[in-house]
């Protein structure tokens, strides 16, 4: 019911702002973050001005080098790398910051666990560092937005989209614009996609709809959203480990079983927006979200591996969670001037709405090895065989499995947000600008762990500030220094819990001071550098106490280069270097996921009106499977460099084919891992052939 009264009320002073003048709205695209083109009174802020380490991907650059997935860009973007997620779910390392929830649409949190598509992605925002103010809690190491395609006036246009590769995935998109009058526009956006990969039983399909429209009313703009989403995938959690290194001999077994290796999806997400001038110098910006998510995933891995017997330990887990959201967003933003100083006020208001239910059961063997045979246990060792057979333990006797006899736990939370924030920009001349404001947050969150009748409930105000000075010695060139923090509450990111010895604890801690250069070689190619800290404090379980009271550390310095853009009219490069050293507790252990070089390079060469090509090659080196003491060679994933390939084939001014061959070497690498016994292996040498028709 309060979210009905909620809707009502947002909708209410959204069509009461509306005046009789009209407009034209500013279109920009792949130049400014989206925060910024939606509070801008005057030409949008280009990412030259932003005192912070940015990268933007367009939806065109998305196709042209085939990507299907977030993990796939991140491939391609400096400071950032891939995480396993479990098999089920977008995971991020920011800066050596693992994060599975600090991703955005729109500027709002979407913060539930799952692979998110990229159909009706207009451009795709990775800011690097915390960044708490204009987003809220979270963006410990940085963040990801993506920018939505919006349904626009005047303009009737048309595309598909569809593609096939060699492993036997299909995927469809549609994208359609219709003007319905002077005022008002209509845009459907819809895909589906048929999962395949190298992998034995990796399947799944995902659908998408997502219908937007548009009205212009005087000096008032609303954009309204729904959003539907139906996933369903197989879950992958990799292959064991021995010696400190992925078992290669391993690497065609599944250590997982279709069927019991499952992710599900569902979600109806309804976004509205207002932008209203009602001045020359004022703007006043709304935003609603409402959301329903129905996540489930269930899974066998490998917990432990004898090389010797050829067996591997199973463990598993069904984890159902539902989730509503309702988020309320608005701001003023006015323009000032006072003699030689000027520059803009962003004065705003977040309210946050979330219940969470989350389910946990253990896997239930029927049978216990050993001296206990016959007796249940949530753990069970099986020859390993290709497929492998749970049918039958180690010890030759019979096994079954379910997934809801066991409950681990149960938990409902209610978590309310209270945001203000301040944001400055000021010009002090044409050469000198600084950017300062905070955001103060009330989190208020009650868990009842439904299993033992308990709840808790905790309390937090948390301020989190953000400073930048940019000194521009020409207009097409800035040097800039920043600070800014954000913290994580002790709920975590989904909520699910407190530990009770640590309920009392303050939010984990995260900052980032950062030095950088950025210069606009051109209107098309863009250069920009930084020299970064980046320190986080987080409460962490005593290893002999097993009581969250031990305060970890995480110190990261870096360097992040990236060259984008066009060259000229046929020579396109994108480059992006990362070089990063870090330490955990008090410098005696080096950090996990934290390679220290990745390199990524893509150049597209457009030899004629019909024909161009495309060369891709990414690197990463070393990196740690989990902490480990310096000096020391600990459990990790080899380095690896994968070549990636595509042609393109313009057959008519509305007609592209696009040929993607990925792995072009057939490399064997080993991206991410979860733990131990779960390392990933990457996708073998592959083809996908893509047909685009404008319409």
Do not use: C
């Amino acid at each position: 019911m309060k979210k009905i009264i909620y809707t009502t009320i947002f909708l209410l002073s959204s069509f009461s702002v509306l005046a009789q003048n009209s407009i034209e709205e500013v279109e920009v695209k792949g130049k400014v973050l989206y925060v910024d083109q939606v509070n801008s009174l005057k030409p949008p802020m280009p990412i030259l001005d932003v005192p912070q380490s940015v990268s933007v991907i367009t939806d065109e650059e998305i196709k042209n080098q085939g990507f299907r997935e977030i993990g796939d860009i991140i491939r391609y973007s400096p400071g950032v790398n891939t995480s396993q997620g479990e098999g089920h779910r977008d995971a991020v390392v920011f800066r050596g910051v693992r994060s599975t929830a600090d991703f955005y649409q729109d500027g709002v949190r979407d913060d539930v666990q799952y692979y998110r598509s990229l159909y009706n992605v207009e451009q795709l925002e990775i800011l690097r560092g915390p960044n708490a103010l204009l987003f809220g809690r979270g963006g410990t190491g940085g963040l990801i937005n993506r920018v939505s395609k919006k349904a626009e006036i005047g303009e009737a246009f048309g595309s598909f989209d569809f593609g096939a590769d060699s492993f036997g995935a299909t995927d469809l998109a549609v994208d359609a614009n219709f003007t319905t009058s002077d005022t008002t526009a209509v845009r459907l956006n819809l895909h589906t996609d048929q999962l395949a990969n190298h992998r034995d039983f990796y399947e799944g399909e995902r659908y998408g709809i997502n219908p937007t429209f548009k009205i212009v009313a005087g000096d008032t703009i609303v954009d309204l959203s729904y959003e539907y989403a139906d996933h369903e995938r197989f879950i992958d959690r990799g292959i064991p480990t021995v010696n400190n290194r992925p078992v290669e001999s391993l690497k065609d077994v599944v250590f997982g079983v279709k069927g019991l290796n499952l992710q599900t999806l569902e979600a109806s997400i309804l976004r509205a927006n207002v932008a209203h001038d009602y001045s020359d110098n004022g703007k006043f910006n709304m935003s609603f979200t409402s959301s329903d998510f129905k996540k489930m995933y269930k899974n066998l891995y490998a917990a432990a591996y004898d090389a010797s017997a050829n067996t591997v330990k199973l463990d598993g887990y069904l984890d159902p969670t539902e989730r509503q959201n309702m988020i309320l967003n608005a701001n003023v933003v006015n323009q000032f001037s006072n003699g030689s100083t000027s520059g803009t006020l962003l004065v705003g208001l977040e309210f946050v709405d979330t219940d969470n239910k989350n389910y946990r059961y253990n896997t239930f063997f029927n049978n216990r090895a050993g001296s206990d045979a016959g007796e249940p246990t949530d753990q069970q060792i099986f020859n390993i065989t290709r497929p492998l057979n749970i049918a039958k333990t180690s010890t030759g006797l019979d096994s079954t499995v379910d997934y809801t006899t066991d409950l681990k736990s149960s938990s409902e939370s209610d978590i309310i947000v209270t945001s203000f924030y301040l944001q400055g920009d000021i010009d002090f001349s044409d050469n000198w600008k600084m950017i300062i404001g905070g955001r103060l947050d009330n989190f208020d969150i009650t868990v009842t762990d439904v299993k033992k009748s308990q709840d808790q409930s905790r309390k937090d105000d948390m301020f989190s500030p953000r400073f930048g000075v940019i000194y521009k010695p020409v207009e097409n060139m800035s040097l800039y220094v920043s600070y800014s923090e954000s913290f994580l509450p002790r709920s975590g990111e989904q909520y699910k819990k407190f530990d009770v010895s640590g309920a009392a604890l303050d939010p984990d801690v995260f900052k980032n001071t950062e030095i950088g250069y950025k210069y606009d070689i051109s209107d098309a190619l863009i250069f920009s550098a930084a020299i970064f800290n980046s320190a986080s404090t987080r409460a962490e379980k005593d290893n002999e106490t097993g009581e969250l009271n031990e305060i970890r550390g995480l110190e990261v310095e870096g360097v992040e280069i990236e060259l984008s853009g066009h060259i000229d009219d046929q020579n396109n490069l994108t480059f992006g270097y990362t070089s990063l050293d870090g330490v955990t507790t008090k410098g005696t252990k080096q950090p996990r996921e934290l390679p220290n070089q990745m390199l990524s390079l893509w150049y597209s060469y457009q030899a004629n009106e019909t024909f161009g090509f495309g060369l891709g090659v990414t690197h990463q080196a070393e990196s740690f499977i989990k902490d480990t003491s310096n000096g020391s060679t600990g459990l990790a994933l080899p380095d690896f460099t994968r070549v990636d390939f595509a042609l393109y084939v313009n057959a008519s001014d509305n007609d592209v084919v696009r040929v993607h061959i990925e792995n072009l070497t057939d490399e064997l690498y080993f991206p991410h891992s979860h733990s131990t016994h779960q390392a990933s292996v990457g996708e073998s040498l592959s083809s996908r052939v893509s047909y685009s028709r404008r319409f």
